[in-house]
């Protein structure tokens, strides 16, 4: 009887030993990490399948959140170009082609690239 006593207190006044393991992070780095990055891969390669050559290299997907596509392009002049692509029919094209989440609206700004 005095064992089982024993036992019952010290559940209730030792201490656990502390979680010392990074478990917490896996849902943390999912969500933010590995989820928007698959994401914009797949938006990467549709926009390398259908943005012309000569404009390619001249942008960087930036980012892909809340259906918002963020596209950094290097020049004035490429970003007219881009722009008028959008308009006549590309940003159509590219929302009907993803399969991942919503993509209602493409943003484009200049920037420096490496």
Same mark, same amino acid.
């Given at each position: 009887?005095?064992?089982?006593?024993?036992?019952?207190?010290?559940?209730?006044?030792?201490?656990?030993? +502390?979680?010392?393991? @990074? #478990?917490? /992070? !896996?849902?943390?780095?999912? %969500?933010? $990490?590995?989820? +928007?990055?698959?994401? @914009? #891969?797949? /938006? !990467?390669?549709?926009?390398? %399948?259908? $943005?012309?050559?000569?404009?390619?290299?001249?942008?960087? /997907?930036?980012?892909?959140?809340?259906?918002?596509?963020?596209?950094?392009?290097?020049?004035?002049?490429? /970003?007219?170009?881009?722009?008028?692509?959008?308009?006549?029919?590309?940003?159509?094209?590219?929302?009907?082609?993803?399969?991942?989440?919503?993509?209602?609206?493409?943003?484009?700004?200049?920037?420096?690239?490496?």
């Amino acid at each position: 009887m005095p064992a089982e006593r024993l036992a019952r207190v010290r559940r209730y006044r030792v201490k656990p030993e +502390p979680d010392l393991s @990074l #478990g917490f /992070l !896996a849902d943390q780095f999912k %969500r933010e $990490v590995e989820r +928007p990055h698959r994401q @914009l #891969g797949d /938006l !990467a390669e549709l926009w390398n %399948r259908l $943005v012309p050559p000569h404009l390619l290299e001249h942008t960087r /997907l930036e980012s892909f959140s809340r259906a918002v596509l963020r596209v950094t392009v290097r020049s004035s002049a490429h /970003l007219y170009e881009l722009d008028r692509l959008l308009r006549q029919g590309l940003r159509k094209q590219l929302i009907e082609q993803h399969r991942g989440p919503a993509l209602r609206r493409i943003t484009l700004r200049p920037g420096d690239m490496p």
